[in-house]
């Protein structure tokens, strides 16, 4: 099998669109193909899809490849217009048509600002020297895409975020869901909340609000990355953690996987008939064919899997969490979304 082939970021992209634009505001013609410097030293280039100089200002543009990364944004147009900024102002970012703009607290960009992270900032600063200059940064049909991101949970509205540390995309590192767990953490501190919860997905993640009375900014779209919540909490703690999923997921969790995926960890029918007294039923549960039907087995048994399932889970959260001040639920459902288990 060959390798998978890494991408670059949206960050990586605006910069080298608002290298070509500077260029063209300053020479009158656009360099294509544009080449940038990464944060650690690579060297890409990027062919121009757009360009326009009229006005006094310049405009280019560059259809992000995110290699082969299943990653919302690959295709997307991003663009970047330069324009002459005040003496002395620096260089000023705008958001244009979809990007978004932070309304909440706790990310790393003041309320208010056009939500491109620092990383890209910096880069862009870099190419631009100590040019008076406003930048905006715009991304084709954004606005959509943005809603199958957190963005609008995260309190970015209108578009999407301009990312990227590195300003390449590794394919399936999930790096983009990571941080955005990240961030939610961040934006429920922020607003003050003791309480979180996360869940690996839509259902448990209703339940948990439903249960508690969580608002939705403080809600984590943990998916499988139950480590990655674990990690951040141990050194940015909230009081109190809920993890909410199916028996399949947190069976995983109880046996000390910390990413959930099915590619990346699998059940273990040995491990879960350990939890179980009876003898004839842990022998049932070793055959069966996936966690529900261990559930029901136990079920009919008048063994309550469920529990002992959040239980060890539950152990194996406060593990990765090493004393860290967060107390830590855990509440296991069925496929109905039906309450099967619980430990806290």
């Given amino acids: 099998m060959s390798e998978l082939r890494y991408g ?10 608002t290298k070509a634009a500077h260029t063209a505001l300053l020479t009158g013609e656009f360099p294509d193909p544009v080449e940038i410097v990464l ?20 405009m280019a543009g560059i259809v992000k490849d995110a290699g ?11 663009r970047s217009t330069v324009r002459p900024g ?32 620092p990383v890209p900032r910096r880069m862009m600063r870099e190419v631009l020297g100590d040019a008076d200059v406003v930048v905006e940064i715009s991304v084709d049909n954004g606005e ?35 941080d955005s767990i990240r961030r939610g953490i961040d934006v429920a501190r922020a607003a003050g909340y003791t309480h979180v919860a996360g869940a690996t997905g839509s259902t448990s993640e209703k339940v948990a609000a439903e249960l508690y009375g969580l608002p939705e900014d403080a809600l984590l779209d943990m998916g499988d990355f139950a480590g990655a919540v674990l990690k951040y909490l141990r050194r940015h703690p909230v009081p109190r953690l809920t993890i909410a999923g199916g028996i399949g997921k ?42 529900l039907e261990a559930l029901q087995i136990c079920q009919r048994a008048g063994e309550p899997l469920g529990d002992l399932v959040a239980a060890r889970a539950r152990e194996v ?16 459902i069925d496929r109905a979304g039906t309450i099967v288990g619980r430990a806290s």
Avoid at 8 to 17: D, K, L, R, S, V
Avoid at 45 to 55: H, Q
Wanted: net charge neutral; glycine share 12%.
């Fill in 8 to 17: 670059w970021t949206t960050g990586a992209c605006a910069t080298a669109a």
């Fill in 250 to 291: 947190l069976a995983k969790l109880a046996n000390g996987h910390l990413d959930l995926h099915s590619k990346r960890s699998q059940v273990d029918f040995g491990a879960l008939a350990s939890l179980v007294a009876d003898p004839e039923t842990a022998e049932r549960i070793r055959h069966a064919n996936t966690a």
């Fill in 144 to 178: 959509e895409l943005a809603r199958k991101t957190w963005n609008p949970r995260l309190g970015i509205l209108g578009g999407l975020s301009i990312l990227g540390t590195t300003g390449i995309v590794v394919p399936y590192s999930c790096s983009a869901w990571i």
């Fill in 317 to 332: 959260a406060l593990g990765v969490l090493r004393g860290a001040p967060v107390e830590v639920d855990i509440v296991v």
């Fill in 68 to 78: 082969d990364d299943p990653d919302v944004t690959h295709g997307a147009l991003v």
């Fill in 86 to 117: 005040p003496p002395g102002s620096g260089v000023v970012f705008r958001a244009g048509p979809g990007v978004g703009t932070v309304t909440k607290a706790g990310l790393p960009l003041e309320v208010g600002e056009p939500a491109i992270n």
């Fill in 39 to 58: 944060p650690k030293g690579q060297r890409p280039s990027f062919a121009l899809a757009v360009e326009r100089l009229d006005g006094g200002a310049a």
